[in-house]
């Protein structure tokens, strides 16, 4: 059947903004593209007198539509043919420009992960919302949320992931890694992450997620100990931040009305480390491992994070990054 030009998204006269185009448009104008090609372009090849590369932004945001989206390396280059407006979001024009294949963005992955510019890009996310007066550094807010890796053995090494490992939650045992974060009190904007194996306890990492410049910092019940209860008085001798933790019902006492109170205000403000997991997990669907082994994912978490900042902090940032 004969397609009429109405057909075509460039000659539709009322056209309805999706969301996914309203989302692009927004992250296009929010992401510091400039900064980001910046650290990746000492380690992208140039081509020499071979086939010329494709320009390091088309890579970049195409890498960055597959944290957003959850695409596959086949999966991407099957959107870029299908759908028009990642093409637009690219830069890449179907009647004259080649469509990377899922080798060459395999490779630049690749490239990321061999010289750790995932935690370079995340790192720089974070100076620009610090220039900007979006991370003040006064309070820090920790939190931890699990990963899950595939538990089952039916694979080519008939084994499970070595680096993942088991954590009980409640009453129910995970399979994966952790994702630990320190989230800034100011605006909820995380400014450390720390990825481990999935049996590493929240209480051991707590100090780890401080940046050190804090004077107050917050946890759930998992970070307590003797040395961080709220009402626990201060000496000269303490060092670091004060820790605010909820108070815990003791055996045959129950919390006094004032402790109730200040846990109810205590979990208002913990309630800003939760929005990046949100983010994380449900607008990026984020819920399962990409790779196998740590270290790959951990790279995929740096820049997951880095995205998630720039998306929690959309409204603040001017455009052009």
Not at 126 to 140: F, H, K, M, P, Q
Not at 202 to 212: F, I, P, Q, T, V
Request: charge should be positive.
């Amino acid at each position: 059947m004969q397609r009429s030009f109405a057909d075509y998204d460039g000659f539709r006269k009322q056209r309805k903004v999706t969301r996914r185009e309203a989302f692009l448009a927004e992250m296009d104008r929010v992401v510091p593209w400039q900064r980001l090609e910046a650290l990746v372009e000492p380690h992208y090849p140039s081509g020499g007198n071979g086939r010329k590369p494709y320009p390091l932004n088309t890579m970049l945001r195409i890498h960055f539509l597959q944290h957003w989206y959850g695409y596959s390396d086949p999966g991407m280059e099957e959107a870029l043919h299908d759908i028009p407006m990642l093409r637009r979001f690219t830069g890449l024009d179907a009647g004259t420009s080649r469509m990377p294949d899922e080798t060459t963005i395999l490779n630049f992955r690749h490239i990321l992960e061999e010289h750790q510019l995932a935690e370079s890009l995340f790192q720089e996310v974070v100076a620009l919302l610090t220039d900007r007066g979006l991370i003040l550094r006064e309070g820090t807010i920790v939190d931890a949320t699990l990963i899950a890796a595939p538990p089952s053995t039916k694979n080519e090494a008939r084994k499970r992931d070595p680096d993942m490992t088991s954590s009980k939650k409640g009453n129910q045992w995970h399979f994966g890694m952790k994702a630990h974060i320190g989230v800034d009190t100011a605006h909820g904007l995380v400014h450390t992450v720390i990825v481990t194996t999935g049996k590493v306890s929240d209480y051991s990492m707590a100090e780890d997620l401080l940046h050190g410049d804090e004077a107050t910092a917050h946890g759930d019940r998992g970070y307590a100990d003797k040395t961080r209860d709220p009402d626990r008085p201060r000496s000269e001798e303490d060092i670091g931040p004060r820790w605010f933790v909820p108070f815990k019902r003791k055996k045959g006492c129950d919390t006094t009305p004032e402790q109730k109170r200040l846990n109810r205000l205590l979990a208002a403000l913990r309630s800003a480390v939760e929005h990046p997991f949100r983010i994380l997990k449900r607008q990026f669907s984020h819920t399962k491992v990409r790779y196998r082994g740590l270290f790959k994912n951990e790279q995929h978490v740096f820049s997951q994070f880095a995205m998630v900042n720039l998306y929690l902090a959309r409204h603040h940032i001017a455009p052009g990054g």
